[in-house]
T-cell receptor, first 113, second 118 residues
Framework: GESVGLHLPTLSVQEGDNSIINCAYS??????FIWYKQESGKGPQFIID?????DKRQGQRVTVLLNKTVKHLSLQIAATQPGDSAVYFC????????????FGKGTLLTVNP | GAVVSQHPSRVICKSGTSVKIECRSL??????MFWYRQFPKQSLMLMAT?????????EQGVEKDKFLINHASLTLSTLTVTSAHPEDSSFYIC??????????????FGPGTRLTVT
């Protein structure tokens, strides 16, 4: 079946730097994308979402970019902080899927002080 | 608002026994809830979709007789792992979709339940 995948399994950055986490998806019917943050032993925490009719969406310190032409999604975190250290997952939903989400493999972000 | 709880947070059981995990939406009603399983250093894999008042829909490869789901009310779904074996040890996470939510995209996750089968 279709799935959402990630290019990089791990990312290590210095505190204060900007982080970019990438995600490739394969389902051309995907119409909604979400980024989640998961800390060890906890459930996923919503970060930001974007619909397929948008290219960019900004939140507090985070920006999601969507390139439908190449089926690519990225999460940019500005001024990364130690508290940002976690695993980040992208997920997608396709129209008519009964709201089911397909999760990517995840990227472990480590922020060094 | 939009808090989802799970109980227990951790459970250890002996092989061959059954374990029930509860998922509750605390401040909203959820017609639909989802159950995921996550193995160490892996992603979340959807196991089943739980619908209030009807049978759950299981994903391909998930044994419905082994993973019993009951969505008896608009705020509670339960997952029972029957005849548990060590390979069932995993992190089980539920999510809930608010009934009549602001958009059709909202889904809130619980904190997860760590199951260890010895």
């Amino acid at each position: 079946g279709e799935s959402v995948g990630l290019h990089l399994p791990t990312l290590s950055v210095q505190e204060g730097d900007n982080s970019i986490i990438n995600c490739a998806y394969s389902n051309s019917a995907s119409d909604y994308f979400i980024w989640y943050k998961q800390e060890s032993g906890k459930g996923p925490q919503f970060i930001i979402d974007i619909r397929s009719n948008m290219d960019k969406r900004q939140g507090q310190r985070v920006t999601v970019l969507l390139n439908k032409t190449v089926k690519h999604l990225s999460l940019q975190i500005a001024a990364t902080q130690p508290g940002d250290s976690a695993v980040y997952f992208c997920a997608d939903r396709s129209w008519g899927s009964n709201y089911k989400l397909t999760f990517g493999k995840g990227t472990l972000l480590t922020v060094n002080p | 608002g939009a808090v989802v709880s799970q109980h227990p947070s951790r459970v250890i059981c002996k092989s061959g026994t059954s374990v029930k995990i509860e998922c509750r939406s605390l401040d909203f009603q959820a017609t639909t809830m989802f159950w995921y399983r996550q193995f160490p250093k892996q992603s979340l894999m959807l196991m089943a979709t739980s619908n209030e008042g009807s049978k759950a829909t299981y994903e391909q490869g998930v044994e419905k007789d082994k993973f019993l789901i009951n969505h008896a009310s608009l705020t509670l779904s339960t997952l029972t792992v029957t005849s548990a074996h060590p390979e069932d040890s995993s992190f089980y996470i539920c999510s809930a979709r608010p009934t009549g939510g602001r958009t059709s995209y909202e889904q809130y996750f619980g904190p997860g339940t760590r199951l260890t089968v010895t």
